[in-house]
């Protein structure tokens, strides 16, 4: 069985929408509630770069 994380505790929450948890070693991980998808851990480093190339590529394909 895999570490938890706490990935529920509300500290691990920034306003309620941003997971930020330096323990945590996963990059994506599912929602606090299942079924509603996937979000990022944005203490990870790739979360960023992963983050800003979706949003270069929506800048160039918006000012192509």
Do not use: C
């Not at 570490?3 to 505790?9: E, G, I, L």
């Not at 509300?10 to 309620?16: C, D, L």
């Not at 998808?37 to 790739?46: K, R, V």
């Amino acid at each position: 069985m895999a570490k938890d994380f706490q990935k529920d505790s509300p500290e691990n929450w920034k306003w309620g929408i941003i997971y930020f948890n330096r323990n945590d070693s996963r990059f994506v991980l599912p929602k606090r509630e299942l079924g509603f998808g996937w979000t990022l851990n944005f203490a990870h480093p790739i979360s960023y770069i992963f983050t800003g190339l979706i949003l270069a590529f929506v800048a160039y394909k918006i000012y192509q």
